[in-house]
C-alpha cells in the first residue's frame, strides 16, 4: 500500500524531539503581514506563492501564483525561484536556484523570511522573535520601539547633566511617486538602500533608527549644535549623490532633515521629536532637500 494514502501520527514527544534536532528547518516571517509565523519545513518540497493551496500562502498581487519553492537535495535546502514575475531574492540578490544557510533572508513580494536551521531552532526562533520586537525587518536597523527606549535614557542623562542631544528627522523626498512609478518592491529597495548607506556613518554612541513609513532618526548625544548642522548637510548629501539603482531603474533619491537641540524648556523625549519633526516639515515646505534647525 501507498504511503500516501496513510495519516501520519506524531506524538507530542516526537514533535519536541523534532522540534529541537538537527536537520529541522524553518522560515520565519520577519517583515509582511504575517509577521513571526512560523513555517516549518517538514516536506522535502514546499511551495510558497499567491494561490491559497501553496504550503506557505501570500496573497498579495506582487507575489505569482506559483512563486518559489524550498526544495531539499543531499540534505540541503535550496531556494527555487519559479520563474515568477518579480523574482526571489536571498540576501537581497536575484536567484534561480540557492542553497540556504541558517539566517539568510528570503525576499518573496513584499514578506521577507529568514531561514533557521540547527539543533537549536527553538532557541533561535524565540531568539529571532525578541529581534524582531527591536528591529525593523525590512532595513535590519532598530525600530522605533528601540529608538523610544534610547532617546529616554539619552534625554534624562543629558538632562541631569546638562549635556547636548540632538535629533534629526530624516524624510525621503516624494517616496509616494517612487512607489507609483516603479512599484513597491524599488520602494523597499530604496529604503534598505538608504538604511545600509547611513547606516555606515553612526558611530557606538549614537542610533540610528526606522522611525515609520520612509522616516528615519538619528539621535546624537554629547554633539554640539554646529557639528550636528553640518553632519546633517553630510547626511543630505550623502543620499543625493548615492547611486540607487534597482533591476535597471536609476533612481535620483534626495531626503529632508529636521534637526531638532535639546532645552531647558523640553520636559521629555517626544518634545525633542516634535521639534526636529517641525523642522522636518519647514525643510519639506520651502522646497525639500534641504536641512532645516
Avoid at 114 to 131: D, M, Q, R, S, V
Avoid at 172 to 190: C, E, P, R, S
Avoid at 261 to 274: A, F, G
Amino acid at each position: 500500500m501507498s504511503n500516501e494514502g496513510k495519516t501520519r501520527v506524531t506524538t507530542l514527544r516526537g514533535m519536541v524531539e523534532g522540534s529541537l534536532g538537527a536537520g529541522r528547518e524553518c522560515l520565519v516571517v520577519i517583515y509582511g503581514g504575517t509577521l513571526g509565523r512560523k513555517y516549518e519545513l517538514f516536506d522535502d518540497v514546499v511551495t510558497i506563492g499567491r494561490d491559497p493551496d501553496n504550503g506557505i500562502p501570500i496573497e498579495v498581487d506582487c507575489v505569482s501564483r506559483r512563486h518559489a519553492r524550498i526544495e531539499t537535495h543531499d540534505g540541503h535546502k535550496f531556494a527555487v525561484d519559479l520563474k515568477s514575475t518579480n523574482g526571489t531574492y536571498v540576501n537581497d540578490t536575484a536567484v534561480s536556484r540557492e542553497r540556504l544557510k541558517s539566517g539568510d533572508l528570503i525576499k518573496i513580494g513584499d514578506t521577507i523570511f529568514k531561514f533557521l536551521a540547527g539543533a537549536n531552532i527553538e532557541t533561535a526562533y524565540h531568539e529571532e522573535i525578541y529581534t524582531m520586537t527591536v528591529t525593523d525587518g525590512l532595513t535590519q536597523v532598530p525600530n522605533r520601539r528601540y529608538l523610544l527606549e534610547y532617546l529616554e535614557r539619552e534625554f534624562s542623562r543629558a538632562r541631569r547633566y546638562g549635556r547636548n542631544l540632538s535629533c534629526l528627522m530624516i524624510d525621503i523626498d516624494h517616496f509616494k511617486q517612487i512607489n507609483d512609478a516603479y512599484g513597491h518592491l524599488t520602494g523597499d529597495y530604496v529604503l534598505k538602500e538608504l538604511a545600509t548607506t547611513l547606516r555606515r556613518r553612526i558611530r557606538r554612541e549614537e542610533m540610528f533608527a526606522r522611525f515609520g513609513g520612509e522616516e528615519f532618526c538619528i539621535v546624537l548625544p554629547e554633539s554640539d549644535p554646529e557639528s550636528v548642522r553640518e553632519f546633517a548637510s553630510t547626511v543630505r548629501r550623502l543620499v543625493e549623490t548615492h547611486p540607487f539603482e534597482f533591476e535597471g531603474s536609476k533612481l535620483q533619491v534626495t531626503v529632508s532633515i529636521g534637526v531638532g537641540h535639546l532645552n531647558q524648556s523640553m520636559k521629555d523625549p517626544h518634545d525633542l521629536l516634535k521639534t526636529a519633526d517641525d523642522r522636518l516639515y519647514e525643510a519639506k515646505r520651502h522646497g525639500r532637500n534641504r536641512v532645516t534647525g
